[in-house]
């Protein structure tokens, strides 16, 4: 009796270890499921990293000097100097 008590003792703690690996928390599924979330999340940040240089970029050039300001005002508002013609193209 005692020699096949310790092969079902070990075949039983295997199978609940396969059933943890599997199927429990922190198992294959999951792991592979934090995965993708992980690699969207880069995918996010990086994108805000980009805006966030490019707006760290306009704010550099809006201290320096007004040449961004009139550059906005023209694309985005519009403005014209005195005796000057706007002509906007369409990319």
Request: glycine fraction near 6%.
């Amino acid at each position: 009796m005692g020699k096949r008590l310790i092969p079902v003792v070990l075949i039983a703690l295997l199978a609940i270890i396969q059933v943890q690996l599997w199927l429990g928390r922190g198992g294959l599924p999951n792991v592979a499921e934090l995965e993708r979330e992980l690699q969207q999340q880069k995918i996010a940040n990086e994108e805000s990293r980009r805006k966030i240089e490019q707006l760290s970029a306009e704010v550099n050039d809006l201290k320096e000097g007004l040449n961004m300001v009139e550059e906005r005002a023209r694309n985005e508002l519009g403005m014209v100097k005195p005796n000057e013609i706007y002509v906007q193209i369409a990319k």
